[in-house]
């Protein structure tokens, strides 16, 4: 996540989320650990992948590279 990091969003603050859910989702997705992403890790299951482009399910594919994610 660091090139949508450093190229669109100049600075990560979380003063102005009070709720620490939303908190904690914005981190994990800073991170790129999510569940949906990881869980193959935890559960010795194989890397999930995006069922309509056949690559590896990561955050960075499903938020920007994705073309049926994409809103049209």
């Known amino acids: 996540m660091r090139e949508i990091n450093t190229s669109t969003i100049p600075q990560w603050t979380y003063s102005h989320v009070r709720d620490r859910l939303a908190q904690t989702l914005l981190a994990r997705l800073r991170i790129s650990h999510t569940y949906l992403t990881q ?5 010795r299951d194989s890397q999930p992948y995006c069922g309509d482009c056949l690559v590896p399910l990561t955050v960075r ?6 073309p049926s994610l994409i809103d049209v």
């Open 39 to 43: 869980r193959y890790l935890l559960t």
């Open 61 to 66: 594919h499903l938020l920007v590279e994705c």
